[in-house]
């Protein structure tokens, strides 16, 4: 019982970071698919954004969508 009161307490902390994370990974993949070209394959930009959680829609919304 005493691991989950210490869990307990992290969870108000963790929902807000979870829910930005969620965000910008559906914010990121919305944009890549509306996008006609990014800058390399959209397939590769695809998994960046869902398995590099905060870094890979951060970098792809910087560096991989083509103007």
């Not at 807000?16 to 996008?35: E, K, T, Y």
Request: some cysteine; aromatic content about 14%; hydrophobic content about 60%.
């Amino acid at each position: 019982m005493e691991n989950w009161e210490q869990f307990a307490q992290w969870i108000p902390l963790l929902v807000p970071i979870v829910l930005l994370q969620w965000g910008l990974m559906i914010f990121a993949l919305v944009d890549l698919a509306r996008r006609e070209r990014t800058r390399g394959p959209k397939w590769a930009w695809a998994l960046a954004i869902i398995c590099v959680n905060f870094i890979g829609p951060i970098v792809y919304l910087i560096v991989g969508r083509e103007e």
